[in-house]
């Protein structure tokens, strides 16, 4: 075993540090800010979990290997920040199998998940916060729930240092990865036999050949205060999906201590990853006029805050974990949707290293087709 750099603190960088250091691996972590990074599209309140994934089979059967890589990560850092909440899918207009909602039903039924078909009429009584005129259809999944990412950021990172990983604080200038190499702008050079690249949406920037595939994207979430007839029922809700072709938006009740958030599944593809994480008073209003409509009193909903994080958008949403040679391996194009994956993922990479079939095989796998790929292997 040897020496591996792991550029990024993110649910990706720390999620393949824990694997590298389980492998045997002396692990150095760079990261540019404090961690957990309050800039980091992995530190929020929370992130989701679910099979639901439209006609992404490939991506709906790898949240089960996901699931069990989330345990193992769990019991290693000694608690489990996972709420489970089910999922309600909403549509409205006509649906199709084509659309997302139905192609998610026939692909949950077609590999035995459980799902419950819900007829709009009766959504409002079993749901009360929710609005239903307007609605064609929905089905409910026990399975899924919301992962409490800052705490798993944080609880990570601090396993990490006991277990004697190296953090260095830097803002990394240029990588190397025919070497294995990172500068960074105070000067210093830090090699490794191994390196990986997580930068999240900073990552284009250092790999011109990855810019051409990915793109930085600010994403708006506002955390809500329900009214008070309403917050006992929103305390035991499932996660909300409301996904359309043209984006749509998602929800999350509030769990664990947490906050009421919704946020935009549409992607801005536009935006600096240095700029302010404060969101204006029309990207507020934005998500705001997706999401009330679907909210039964949405009058009476308080705004506690609205923000931005930063997205790193593939256009198909596929990931790209590659390697840029046999010492090195990008992670990027996560969309809203890869910190579910991390610990698999994390797994995946460090499993790689050495191994130059399973190095061949990884890229296709984590673009969501699970052929030729055995986790378990």
């Not at 996901?66 to 193992?72: L, N």
């Not at 809203?336 to 610990?343: E, I, R």
Request: aromatic share 8%; proline share 7%.
């Amino acid at each position: 075993m040897g020496d591996a750099l792991v550029l990024g603190a993110g649910i990706m960088g720390l999620s393949t540090a824990f694997a590298l250091t389980e492998a045997g691996h002396r692990v150095t972590v760079v990261e540019q800010d404090p961690i957990p990074n309050p800039r980091g599209s992995s530190v929020d309140d929370h992130r989701l979990i679910r099979h639901a994934y439209g006609a992404a089979t490939g991506y709906m059967r790898m949240v089960e290997d996901a699931y069990a890589a989330w345990d193992r990560l769990f019991a290693a850092i000694g608690e489990r920040p996972y709420a489970e909440t089910g999922v309600l899918a909403l549509a409205g207009g006509a649906v199709g199998e084509a659309d997302w909602l139905g192609a998610s039903r026939q692909a949950l039924r077609a590999d035995a998940h459980a799902v419950q078909d819900l007829p709009p009429d009766y959504l409002q009584e079993r749901f009360p916060w929710l609005r239903a005129e307007g609605l064609s259809d929905a089905f409910f999944t026990p399975r899924g729930g919301v992962l409490m990412a800052r705490r798993i950021v944080e609880a990570t990172a601090r396993h990490l240092n006991e277990q004697g990983a190296l953090f260095l604080q830097g803002r990394v200038t240029s990588v190397d990865p025919a070497r294995a190499r990172l500068s960074l702008a105070d000067g210093r050079v830090l090699e490794g036999d191994l390196l990986v690249i997580a930068a999240g949406p900073w990552a284009p920037r250092l790999l011109p050949g990855l810019s051409a595939r990915v793109t930085p994207s600010r994403q708006i979430v506002v955390y809500l205060e329900p009214p008070v007839e309403q917050r006992e029922a929103w305390a035991r809700a499932p996660m909300l999906l409301d996904l359309s072709a043209d984006g749509g938006f998602y929800a999350v009740p509030p769990v664990a201590g947490t906050g009421l958030k919704i946020g935009d599944h549409r992607f801005s593809c536009q935006g600096d990853a240095d700029d302010p994480r404060e969101a204006t008073a029309v990207e507020r209003d934005a998500i705001l006029s997706l999401a009330l409509p679907r909210l039964r009193d949405a009058e009476s909903y308080r705004v506690l805050q609205a923000r931005a994080c930063y997205y790193d958008v593939e256009p198909q949403e596929r990931f790209v974990v590659e390697p840029l040679s046999e010492h090195c391996v990008v992670m990027s194009g996560f969309s809203g949707h890869g910190f579910k994956f991390g610990p698999v993922l994390g797994e995946a990479v460090a499993a790689s290293f050495g191994d130059p079939a399973r190095m061949a095989a990884l890229p296709r796998w984590a673009a969501g087709d699970a052929r030729g790929w055995d986790i378990a292997a």
